[in-house]
């Protein structure tokens, strides 16, 4: 075959190599980057990342889910499925959903850094779990007998305590 030369042949010829560059970066993602991201959306939504109710979510939703699961997972929190984000998701799991897990270590996270309470999100002080039982009662005799019980109730004060035991005996002992 004969090669013709002209300006315009090799200008068409560069048109047409522009368009199938441009064509074949157009192109839709390969299927197996499909695949691995509706895997991943599978596994967003089955840990509760993800709503499950709706299977189509855009893509400010996943970017945020895979943030979260970064976050948890303690991988570099990007909010792209990279290879690493990928591999800790198809590592094997109990199947127990980590929802709200990040809303949760976020109260602990804020109660300890502004002296609160996690539980309720107020402010309460802070009380003693084990407290010494000889330290809150109240004495109390029962009818027709001698005998004197001291039952916790209440804050004393150890002399009164005393006088009120000493008085009770000493007027039970009288009558």
């Not at 090799?10 to 895997?39: F, K, N």
């Not at 010494?132 to 150890?158: E, L, M, N």
Request: hydrophobic residues 40%; glycine residues 10%.
């Amino acid at each position: 075959m004969i090669a013709v030369s002209s300006p315009y042949s090799v200008a068409l010829r560069l048109y047409i190599q522009a368009l199938l560059c441009v064509a074949c970066r157009s192109s839709p993602v390969s299927t197996e980057r499909q695949a691995g991201q509706a895997d991943a959306q599978g596994f967003l939504e089955k840990y509760g990342y993800l709503h499950q109710e709706e299977h189509r979510h855009n893509a400010a939703e996943l970017q945020s889910a895979v943030q979260e699961f970064q976050w948890l997972a303690h991988l570099p929190v990007t909010g792209h499925l990279d290879s690493v984000t990928l591999g800790k998701m198809a590592a094997p799991r109990c199947g127990v959903k980590d929802g709200g897990s990040h809303r949760a270590w976020g109260k602990r996270v804020n109660a300890v850094f502004t002296g609160g309470s996690s539980a309720s999100g107020g402010q309460r002080p802070r009380k003693k779990r084990y407290t010494q039982t000889g330290q809150w009662a109240c004495v109390k005799t029962v009818p027709d007998s001698f005998v004197v019980r001291v039952i916790p109730c209440g804050w004393y004060d150890h002399r009164m305590l005393s006088l009120s035991v000493f008085l009770l005996m000493k007027l039970g002992l009288n009558d």
